[in-house]
């Protein structure tokens, strides 16, 4: 299969397009808040306009840090050297786990200022996320960036936009399927039963921990960086504290007391 290389934006009304991966940002924060709005049933301590604020942070934080963290994760010497181009997103380049801790910044400051404890929030809010991912993913796919290395499966794509015509795994889909699809499904169903603190939050961390590290197998490294340190790519670096997180997290949580947001007012 050859990538239809798709036109980038996805409508225009007059002098305003769309593109399609700020299209699926979009998706992504519709999905989350109809998810929560179902998960709100069982959680007497958020109101509806908790859920308003969790999302309006939430893009704040996935944002900035999702742009601070590429720009300090895969190209600090370039930036430096070019500050004025930091706050330039609609040139592309976003980070997944800049922005995952960003919203943990913004999430931890919201809490405190509920008098929340914030694992309690976190584990809230886990379950509504991977579908936003999902979302990211086929954006990713449609834009035909960060392809997969090359493969002879039938199942291979050809991706024009990678300077060559080697058919290469459509990592995209892989992780759209796991860190998306897969992790959102496990998540909810774990979810759904009264569980103990920080419980959901860990099986988070672990899941797309080990997702995103498998799937960068397949995955073609950044070509401005290639392999780092024991041959990882700094995808799968940034997911080594995430895992590590993942379980020491679970340890902690199973000698808790049930979280608020499964547990009936």
């Given at each position: 299969?050859?990538?239809?290389?798709?036109?980038?934006?996805?409508?225009?009304?007059?002098p305003?397009a769309?593109?399609?991966?700020?299209?699926m940002?979009?998706?992504?924060?519709?999905?989350?808040?109809w998810l929560?709005r179902?998960?709100?049933?069982?959680?007497?301590?958020?109101?509806?306009?908790?859920?308003?604020?969790m999302?309006?942070?939430?893009?704040?934080?996935?944002?900035?840090?999702?742009?601070?963290g590429?720009v300090?994760f895969?190209?600090?010497a370039y930036?430096?050297q070019?500050p004025?181009e930091?706050?330039a997103?609609?040139?592309?380049?976003?980070?997944?786990?800049?922005?995952?801790?960003?919203?943990?910044?913004?999430?931890?400051?919201?809490?405190?200022?509920k008098?929340?404890?914030?694992?309690?929030?976190?584990?809230f809010?886990?379950?509504g996320?991977p579908?936003?991912l999902?979302?990211g993913?086929?954006g990713?796919?449609i834009?035909?960036?960060?392809?997969?290395?090359p493969?002879?499966?039938?199942?291979?794509?050809?991706?024009?936009?990678s300077?060559d015509?080697?058919?290469r795994h459509p990592?995209?889909?892989?992780e759209?399927?796991?860190?998306?699809?897969?992790l959102?499904?496990?998540?909810?169903?774990y979810?759904?039963?009264p569980?103990?603190?920080?419980?959901?939050?860990?099986?988070f961390?672990?899941?797309?921990?080990?997702?995103r590290?498998?799937?960068?197998?397949?995955?073609e490294p950044?070509?401005?960086l290639?392999?780092?340190?024991l041959?990882m790519?700094m995808?799968q670096?940034?997911?080594?504290?995430?895992?590590v997180?993942g379980?020491?997290?679970?340890i902690?949580?199973?000698?808790?007391?049930?979280?608020?947001?499964?547990?009936k007012?």
């Amino acid at each position: 299969m050859i990538h239809p290389q798709f036109d980038p934006i996805a409508l225009s009304i007059g002098p305003v397009a769309v593109r399609w991966y700020g299209l699926m940002y979009l998706i992504a924060f519709v999905l989350f808040m109809w998810l929560s709005r179902i998960r709100m049933r069982q959680t007497p301590a958020v109101s509806a306009v908790d859920l308003d604020n969790m999302i309006t942070i939430g893009v704040l934080g996935v944002v900035l840090g999702g742009r601070l963290g590429y720009v300090l994760f895969y190209k600090p010497a370039y930036y430096l050297q070019n500050p004025g181009e930091i706050l330039a997103i609609w040139q592309g380049g976003m980070s997944f786990h800049g922005g995952f801790l960003g919203v943990l910044v913004v999430a931890a400051i919201y809490a405190w200022r509920k008098g929340w404890r914030f694992l309690d929030m976190m584990d809230f809010v886990a379950p509504g996320v991977p579908t936003g991912l999902a979302a990211g993913r086929m954006g990713n796919f449609i834009n035909g960036e960060l392809w997969g290395r090359p493969t002879e499966g039938p199942w291979a794509v050809v991706f024009p936009q990678s300077g060559d015509m080697q058919p290469r795994h459509p990592s995209q889909l892989y992780e759209f399927a796991l860190e998306g699809v897969l992790l959102f499904v496990v998540l909810w169903l774990y979810a759904s039963k009264p569980r103990k603190t920080g419980s959901v939050s860990a099986l988070f961390l672990l899941g797309y921990g080990v997702s995103r590290f498998v799937v960068e197998y397949a995955r073609e490294p950044d070509r401005f960086l290639g392999p780092q340190a024991l041959g990882m790519t700094m995808g799968q670096w940034l997911c080594v504290p995430m895992m590590v997180g993942g379980v020491a997290l679970w340890i902690w949580s199973q000698r808790q007391s049930l979280a608020w947001s499964t547990v009936k007012a």
